[in-house]
Each structure stands twice: as C-alpha cells, then as structure tokens.
C-alpha cells in the first residue's frame, strides 16, 4: 500500500493518461496539469526534485484515473456524457491544483507556481518557467466571481502566498470593485457557509495589513448601496461601509455563532485601520460606539450573573459554582480591544472625525463606569480626557443645541486640543498567521468543493469522511 505514496506509481501512470483514448484536444490540458505542477513548476532543477507531498499525488491521480477511466467509457456508453463528466474532472484537478492545501509542500516543492513572479503581460517572457498571466484579466475575474468559494479561495491564496499579485492588488485605484463583494459576502453572514466567511474575513485582514489601503478606501465615495438594508446608504465612503460591515459581523457572531476565531479577526481588521480612519460616516461612528455599548451591557450581565452564582454558593454548598470568570475575562478582551481601537482614532485622526467625537459626546456616560477599573483605567484616559474637553467647550455653548451646530463646536474644539495632552501608545498593528497545521482547515474544506461542483459526478454521501457533509 506504500506505494501509491511514491512518485513512480504517478510517473508510471502518467504516459498511460496521455497515451491512451483520450481525446487529443484534451491531452495538451492533462500534460499541462501534471507536468506543470509535479515538475516544472516547482523547480527550475528537476534533479533536485525530491518526493512531493503524498496526499497531493494521491489526489491528483486519483481524479486522472477517473478522467481516463471516463474516456475508455466514452466509446462505448455514452460518449457526449462521458466527456462531460471528463471535463467535470478536469475541473476539479484546477481547484486541487490551485488550492492552498497542495501549495503547502516541503521545501522545494513550497515554491509552487502560485508563489513565484508571474509575468503581468501577455507576452512571451524571456525567464524560463516563468507562468505567464495577465493581472488585469486574472483581477477583472476574480471581481466578478467572489459570489463563489472557489474564486474566494483563490483570491486568499493568491494574496497570502504571492507576493506580486498582493502588490499589484493594492496598486490598484479601483479596489472597490473587489473589496464591495466580498463585503457583500459578509453582509449576508447568515446565508454562507462558515469557509467561505472565513476566507473572505482573511481576505480583509491581509489588505488592512497595508496602510495605503487604509488611507485610500476613505477617499472612494460610494452611492446607493443597495444590498445593505439598516439604513438607506445614500452615500458613504468604502472605508465606512467596510466598518459598518465588519461590526454587523460582529454581532451577528455575538449573538449567534460566537466563535472567537470570529472576533479576533474583525476585530484585528478595524484595529489595523483604525489609526487611518478618515471622515468617518455618522452612521459608522453610531455603530463603534453601539458596539461598544451592546459589550459594556454583555459585561454587565455577565457580572451580575457571577455575583448572583456566588451569594448562591455561599447558602448551599452543593450547587456547583459556574466558570463566569473566563467569559467575564473573554469580554473584557473585547471591550478593551474596542477602547484601543478608539483611542487609536482619536490619537491619530481626531481631526478628521468629528463625528466619532459627536458619538462619543452623545454616549459619554457609557464610559463612566470603565474610567476607574483596573483592566482599562490606562487605554481610558486619552478617551476620557477628549469627553471632557468637548463635554466643557459645549456646556459653554449654552443648552439646545442643534446638531450642526454641535459639530461646528467640536471642529473648532479640534484645533484648540493640545496634541501633547494625548498620551502615545504603541501602534494598532495586526497580521495574519496561519496556524501551525493549516491542512486541517483547507483540505477537508477543498474536497468539499470538488465534492460541490462535481456536477453529473456522483460521490457516495456515506463514504464521505474527511468532511461532514454540512460544511458545505
């Protein structure tokens, strides 16, 4: 059994695949598959090509096996059907091949074809194996595809695992037209699959790693969203909508799902714009401070609750005592997280969002209880210090004032705040890891794709093991 693990068995099998009675249209496309992935491609030195990785070999095989057993099929069955059910293979060994799963190989073999420079031209390029493509075309496709998990899977792999498609990306002067669907895919959390949320989470997180990102997403205006259905959105900058976005995120994970992989994410996706938050939408700063009032009253009840479970405790001491303090301890993480998020927009642009400040004014006795408590009492005085000023430069103002004119005062406050009254902490900054073992989450998420799309393939349900079949 070893040996269906070892390269001869597919080097072997190989000239039977593209030798036998598939059609000749087809066998460039099948020569192309392997030779590309299992030789070229991964070092321009075939001599110092060691084993590639067994599950790999395996996979592909597999589904080459299936393709030619199909064609023998076609002469005498069906042939029409077979060679739809071929190419239906064919498919499926494109997603393998271009998933994160098979890049993840023992060096050589990591610096796979979707690691190395590719030729942005369509012209022949001069570096031998060099795989040539044309961003704009590859950046056009993937805009109008992130509806599917494939496309999304792709843009995730193409981001984390190449550097010059990442570059090229952020390069670009519409980012809007791949950053507004995979919002979209956010926005309705309820109707995907948890994959494919994740992925295009990640997607966010690896762009708001670059800080001309950050700046350049508040100076696309938006008109007319239609898909987002809180609030008529009439017009709005990309960078507050993708706030608005990830803190919908948010709570629908708080409420539902609660899965902390969930959280860190968004909420490491706002940290690392919020030093960059630029004219900030009025409705996007409500929803900051909403969030952080829904997380001050989850506190609250948290709190009450393991006070109650204590004076409990002390009447019968045979009621077991519930572990209140690790989600106290878990929500405190959150809350504190949401004070640096921020205290990192007032520190860095409280100048150019007057109405974060306004929200803030409007809330203020949300963040009375937090001023003294040890966990918060250091990230709390910037933002404490900021209510103050305002609170006294409005009460001077007089009483019944309109909003307009609350603002003016706030804009004219900005200027008169000395900058050095602020305290500096260290800058918000997050990047994506992987985890350590990676394939646990993408292989049994890739196989569930081919088993998806396998349109006219039948897969056994009930054989199915290396995935449950509802996380499709």
Not at 27 to 33: C, D, K, T, V
Not at 37 to 45: G, N, V, Y
Not at 167 to 182: G, H, K
Not at 198 to 217: P, Q, V
Request: hydrophobic share 45%.
């Amino acid at each position: 059994s070893c040996g269906v693990f070892l390269p001869p068995l597919l080097l072997q099998a190989f000239p039977l695949l593209v030798a036998g009675p598939v059609p000749p249209p087809l066998r460039p496309e099948l020569l192309q598959l392997v030779y590309l992935q299992f030789w070229k491609a991964f070092s321009p030195d075939p001599s110092a090509l060691r084993a590639p990785h067994p599950l790999c070999l395996v996979c592909l095989l597999f589904l080459l096996l299936i393709i030619q057993s199909l064609f023998s099929l076609g002469g005498v069955v069906c042939p029409g059907r077979c060679a739809d059910l071929a190419q239906g293979c064919l498919r499926e060994c494109r997603v393998l091949l271009s998933s994160p799963c098979v890049l993840r190989l023992p060096k050589p073999l990591g610096t796979s074809v979707l690691q190395r420079p590719w030729d942005s031209s369509p012209f022949p390029s001069s570096i031998p194996h060099a795989f040539q493509i044309n961003f704009n075309s590859l950046y056009t496709a993937l805009c109008e595809q992130q509806t599917s998990d494939k496309a999304t899977l792709l843009l995730y792999t193409l981001l984390h695992q190449n550097s010059n498609v990442r570059t090229y990306m952020l390069a670009r002067t519409d980012m809007e037209n791949l950053v507004l669907p995979i919002l979209e895919i956010l926005y309705h959390v309820e109707e995907r699959n948890s994959h494919h949320v994740y992925m295009a989470l990640i997607i966010l997180l690896i762009l708001t790693e670059d800080d001309g990102f950050n700046r350049s997403i508040h100076e696309v205006i938006l008109k007319n969203i239609t898909w987002y259905s809180e609030r008529v959105l009439t017009e709005i900058s990309l960078g507050s909508l993708l706030i608005l976005v990830v803190i919908r995120t948010i709570q629908y994970n708080m409420t539902r799902t609660r899965d902390k992989y969930l959280h860190t994410n968004c909420l490491a996706a706002l940290a690392n714009m919020s030093a960059q938050f630029r004219s900030l939408h009025q409705y996007a700063a409500q929803r900051i401070i909403s969030l952080f009032s829904l997380l001050s009253k989850k506190h609250n009840k948290v709190l009450e609750q393991a006070t109650q479970s204590l004076r409990s405790s002390l009447s019968s001491s045979d009621v077991p005592l519930p572990d209140y303090a690790q989600d106290l301890s878990v929500i405190e993480e959150v809350i504190r997280m949401m004070l640096e998020i921020i205290n990192s927009c007032l520190t860095n642009s409280l100048h150019h969002n007057p109405n974060l400040v306004y929200a803030l004014l409007y809330k203020r006795d949300l963040f009375e209880q937090f001023r003294t408590h040890p966990s918060f009492q250091d990230i709390m005085q910037n933002i404490d210090l900021v209510i103050t000023f305002f609170s006294s430069r409005l009460l001077q103002a007089g009483a019944e004032l309109s909003v307009e004119r609350v603002l003016d005062i706030i804009k004219q406050g900005v200027v008169a705040l000395p900058k050095d009254r602020l305290k500096k902490f260290p800058e918000l900054k997050f990047k994506y890891v992987e985890e350590e073992q990676p394939e646990e989450f993408f292989i049994p998420y890739v196989w569930s794709l081919v088993y998806n799309s396998a349109v006219g393939l039948y897969w056994n349900p009930q054989d199915i093991q290396l995935f449950t079949m509802d996380s499709d």
